[in-house]
């Protein structure tokens, strides 16, 4: 594994975590949105909204987005780190940089139980810049410009343009990897206890509420700690710290906030700093790789409809 594969598949990753989930829909605009949508209810209320407070606790239930809704999407990711690969001969280090930013406009389009199934999906923006050493590279997007209709077929995700104009290889490969949990109902805001909540109150989230905040596959989530902190007028502010490690040598010692609307549960946005790490074997015999950096990630959203 080169050093820049390892630093693509931990952007990569990141990134689909919070870029692919379906939208959520709200009747004015809001703050900032994290680009995933929210946790699916108890059952209590078939696609319905409960978010009381009792006693001096609140309580925040979620509702599934309706056909209709619109929300877009912004995110931006930055990773800088210095690498430095070992072997034959004298070590070579460079400074590598990763930088993307996405614009994201998403309409639900059809919904079952608790899932969107099918979704108007624009990619208003998509940029990818790379930079190592003196090197700059800008990679463009060939979603960039483009609408699609995302939609469970056979109980598998289809893809078509809304042109009619066929679906490239590298155009299926990028909504696939952005959108893999599409039709599924959303598990992001599962990590807010069903209970009653006080300011302070720390909590851990189950593993899979954390495999859709920060991506799934091959992450391992340890030092995990999340804090309400208090209500802000209509949002409900969480911090959280944790480590997160992966089979690549990618460590991340993050820390960052979520807000979540308390009146729907929908997230109005979320933030993330890490410092990173990476040790892994090089790409040839008696190779190895590693660097240290840190990695910035907001993502944001407004919503219609």
């Known amino acids: 594994m080169t050093r820049t594969e390892v630093l693509l598949g931990l952007a990569i990753g990141l990134l689909s975590a919070c870029g692919g989930a379906p939208p959520a829909p709200k009747t004015s605009e809001a703050p900032a949105a994290v680009a995933s949508a929210p946790g699916e209810t108890d059952g209590t209320a078939e696609n319905g909204v409960e978010a009381v407070a009792e006693g001096s606790g609140t309580v925040i239930k979620f509702q599934v987005p309706p056909v209709g809704a619109v929300r877009t999407d912004s995110q931006s990711f930055d990773l800088a780190m210095d690498m430095t690969v070992k072997g034959k001969g004298k070590p070579q280090t460079q400074h590598t940089v990763e930088q993307r930013k996405s614009v994201v406009r998403s309409t639900v389009l059809a919904i079952q139980g608790k899932a969107i199934t099918k979704k108007k999906v624009t990619y208003e923006k998509d940029e990818r ?22 939609s469970l077929k056979g109980g598998k995700l289809h893809i078509e343009r809304e042109d009619g104009e066929a679906v490239s290889e590298m155009e ?12 599924k109902p959303s598990r992001f805001a599962a990590f807010v206890p069903e209970k009653p909540l006080e300011s302070g109150q720390t909590f851990e989230p189950n593993a899979e509420a954390l ?33 997160i490690t992966e089979k690549s040598g990618v460590t991340m010692k993050s820390k960052g906030h979520v807000l979540l609307r308390v009146d729907t549960g929908w997230p109005t946005e979320m933030a993330l700093d890490a410092d990173v790490s990476l040790s892994t074997p090089g790409k040839a015999p008696g190779e190895s790789v590693s660097g240290t950096g840190t990695a910035h990630m907001e993502v944001s959203a407004s919503y219609e409809g």
């Open 129 to 150: 810049v790379q930079i190592v050493g003196a090197r700059t590279q800008s990679m463009p997007s060939p979603l960039t410009g483009k609408t699609y209709v995302l």
């Open 172 to 183: 299926d490969k990028a909504i696939r990897v952005r959108n893999q949990s599409f039709g």
């Open 211 to 243: 495999s859709e905040m920060f991506g799934g596959g091959d992450k391992r989530f340890g030092s995990v700690k999340f804090r309400f902190e208090g209500r802000e007028g209509d949002l409900a502010r969480f911090s959280f710290t944790l480590v």
